[in-house]
């Protein structure tokens, strides 16, 4: 949307805990530039205890970052204030608030939530289908399935924490 942003996301803490320090280290490589201090407990160069207590401190608050919502809302809405100031050739806040969020506490909420996202661009009268809807995940699905021979019918995942293991909502890729 030009004023705003839609994401689902699912935060996995639980599963943040079973990350070996490299891969914490890999996850938030990806993101930031890694401080020396890290660069050097990875190669063993940390040659104190402090230094080596430190680099632990380090990796365990990335942990609890790489799985909390407001850091990941921070990383995504920065970079697009800092473009947009500059294209504005403005300063000050780019968001008018704080991010809002719902909780999606079942299999029906989260499809609701995912087809809203979806069809916001339609709604919004920004697009006449969502196969036009730049931008969107949608638009990328739609791409990735006219790649595929039509008669190659992909079951989407079941919906994890359904309460019924097995079931699901029963949604093909085509629909």
């Given amino acids: 949307m030009s004023n705003h942003v839609h994401t689902v996301l699912r935060l996995q803490p639980a599963q943040a805990e079973n ?4 891969q914490i280290i890999n996850r938030w490589r990806q ?11 990875q190669t ?3 040659y ?8 632990r401190q380090v990796i365990k608050q990335w942990r609890e970052r790489l799985c909390d919502l407001s850091w990941f809302m921070r990383c995504l809405n920065e970079p697009i204030a800092r473009q947009a100031n500059a294209e504005d050739k403005c300063t000050g806040r780019f968001w008018e608030g704080r ?10 909420a989260v499809l609701a939530c995912m087809s809203y996202v979806d069809l916001n661009p339609v709604r919004a009268a920004l697009c006449d289908s969502l196969a036009e809807s730049d931008y969107t995940s949608v638009q990328q699905r739609i791409n990735e399935l006219k790649q595929q021979p039509m008669d190659t019918a992909v079951k989407l995942a079941e919906f994890i924490g359904s309460q019924n293991k097995g079931t699901g909502i029963a949604f093909l890729l085509t629909d």
């Fill in 19 to 22: 990350w070996s320090e490299e």
């Fill in 31 to 41: 993101l930031f530039k890694l401080p020396v201090l890290i660069e050097r407990y």
């Fill in 44 to 46: 063993g160069q940390c």
């Fill in 48 to 55: 104190t205890p402090a230094q080596r207590r430190q680099a």
């Fill in 99 to 108: 991010f809002k969020s719902q909780a999606l506490l079942n299999e029906q």
